[in-house]
């Protein structure tokens, strides 16, 4: 029973020792990737905030042109036969320019968002890191 034991006990020794050594190859490998992960990383930043905040911008132009143009002709429509209009359709247009304009300012702030991490990323790429890795955590 002693002999199956230390039978045991070797074997097990062993198995950690190779367990061991692949922690170790493992660490070293990723010491020496880090680098190049960490520079990754700020390109791939930089380009998705870039895109981010292009398109965000892109969506608060369109739609502030379209209130700009469409919000006196709705209005002067609700103005012209108030009375002979229903409800309903000075509702919708009301809404329609609400939901616009709300739209608008929400994709301009999501665009200070993306410009913010974007100027991040190139001028303070190890607080752009750092910011990565804290919300990764969370």
Not at 9 to 26: A, C, N, P
Not at 56 to 70: D, H, I, P
Not at 87 to 116: C, N, R, Y
Not at 120 to 131: D, G, K, N, T, W
């Amino acid at each position: 029973m002693t002999e199956n034991a230390d039978v045991m006990g070797d074997k097990i020794r062993e198995s950690f020792g190779t367990l061991l050594e692949y922690v170790e190859k493992g660490a070293g490998f990723a010491a020496e990737q880090a680098p190049l992960v960490a520079q990754e990383l700020i390109r791939w930043g930089f380009w998705n905030h870039a895109i981010g905040a292009v398109t965000a911008l892109a969506t608060a132009v369109v739609l502030g042109f379209a209130v700009k143009r469409y919000f006196p002709v709705i209005a002067a429509e609700c103005r012209k036969d108030i009375l002979d209009q229903s409800i309903e359709i000075q509702l919708f247009g009301g809404l329609a320019v609400a939901v616009a304009t709300i739209t608008a300012g929400i994709s301009t702030g999501v665009a200070v968002g993306h410009v913010k991490m974007l100027v991040m990323s190139q001028v303070a790429p190890r607080v752009f890191l750092i910011e990565k890795i804290r919300d990764a955590l969370n």
